[in-house]
């Protein structure tokens, strides 16, 4: 296994920009960095889970995963375009919807983000399954992804904080770019483009 190679990928995949990602950013600058973590440990819970099912139930998935992505794409992208909505409205009333910020958000959210679906059902039969064959070795990579997902989400959370005077003064501008930046994510994930 190329363990540089498979460090990267976790780490390109997680900390650039996402549905996830960009739902804190906004959450954070609205509810604060406490309120926000409520979201990130739903998303990292879902992210483990996701792992974890990539790793028991890969062979089982194989053949149905085509049909299944295709749904997880068109409920990716109606779910990502009514957060673009409510990130919108963010940046035209002083406060945050609720189910932004919650746990089950976070959760719910990685259930039906293409880009996580992809990424936790490619990165385990990819780098992991052909090295190590014992469930101790795979579950400890499953542990591995986990944290790196749940430094991305922090780190959004930390950038959020620091720069959230800026965001503040600059709030509906800032609430239409990320929503722009939804609606975008949910059009690549649908295929339309």
Known sequence: MNLTSFLIYCIVVT???GPSNIVILSSVQHAGARKTMHYVWGATVAFGLLLAA?????HLLAGILPSLLHVMQIVGSLYMLYLAYQIYKMGSSE???KQATGFV???IMQFVNPKVILFTFTVIPSYVLPYYDTSLST???VCLITLIGFLAFTSWVVFGSVFRQFLHDHQKAFSIVMALFLVYSAIMVSGLI
């Open 95 to 97: 406060e945050a919807p």
């Open 139 to 141: 579950m400890l990579f």
């Open 54 to 58: 990539s790793a028991f139930l890969n």
């Open 105 to 107: 958000s976070g959760l």
């Open 15 to 17: 900390f650039t920009p």
